[in-house]
């Protein structure tokens, strides 16, 4: 059975090959989406290659509703995307999938039916399916390469739909504004691997590069401010002055 979490349906019109099939399947698993409707797949239904190719996602495969057309597949839904790197001459909003998923949690949360298409892979959706869309989710790639796989554009789509549900955690804007700069970091790295260095902390010499590699790495993953940069400078002077005097 479908899990019970609201979302939309992923439309596969015409699809060519069983192995992207398949590889859809698991793309919209990877995200939690497992409501998957084929129209007309070229090498009929079911297929063993889209079988061995899903994976871990072979359930959706399983609960995969077949239909005839693109008209029959969203007859149940109120609104539609159609997925396509080209807007085409057809009069109808544009938007990028990071907002298509947003419009389209919007929706589904009011109660309503959304389903997303996908085109087959040599040629994409034909004016046919795409004006039967009320929107278009274009994808900003290479227009000297804009053809996406199928599999890559469910992939691409069912993230920025799991994206939208994860709520981001802002920084403070105090935090934002003292952030250290990058030079900033680098000269307290270089401050940390010159004093170790005299300090014979670097042994052995074969490992001594990992173990500056490891401590830039340290430095890069703290989010340091540039009182927490002056104050790190300041317990290594101060150390070093220590040793001094003794």
Request: charged share 25%; net charge neutral; with cysteine.
């Amino acid at each position: 059975m479908p899990s019970a979490t609201p979302q939309p349906a992923f439309v596969l019109i015409r699809p060519q090959m069983g192995e992207n099939i398949g590889a859809a399947a698991r793309a919209m698993w990877n995200f939690g989406l497992d409501r998957m409707r084929i129209v007309a797949p070229r090498d009929g239904w079911p297929n063993q290659k889209a079988v061995a190719m899903a994976s871990g996602a072979g359930r959706l495969l399983d609960e995969a509703q077949l239909f005839t057309d693109t008209a029959a597949a969203i007859a149940d839904c109120d609104f539609v995307y159609a997925t396509t790197a080209r807007p085409r001459d057809l009069t109808k909003p544009v938007f990028t999938p990071e907002a298509a998923m947003a419009d389209a949690r919007d929706r589904i949360a009011a109660g309503g039916k959304v389903a997303v298409l996908f085109g087959p892979e040599r040629a994409g959706m034909e004016n046919d399916d795409i004006a039967r869309a009320n929107a278009i989710i274009s994808v900003p790639v290479n227009p000297d390469f804009a053809s996406l796989n199928l599999a890559q554009c469910v992939l691409l789509t069912g993230y920025e739909w799991r994206r939208a549900d994860v709520p981001a955690v802002p920084l403070r804007g105090d935090a934002v504004a003292d952030r250290a700069q990058q030079i900033e970091i680098e000269k307290l790295s270089q401050h940390y691997e010159e004093r170790l260095e005299d300090a014979g902390f670097f042994f052995p010499d074969h490992k001594a590069a990992n173990m500056k590699t490891n401590l830039r790495n340290l430095w890069s993953r703290m989010p340091l401010t540039r009182a927490d940069v002056q104050m790190l400078h300041g317990i290594m002077r101060q150390m070093v002055r220590w040793k001094d005097r003794g």
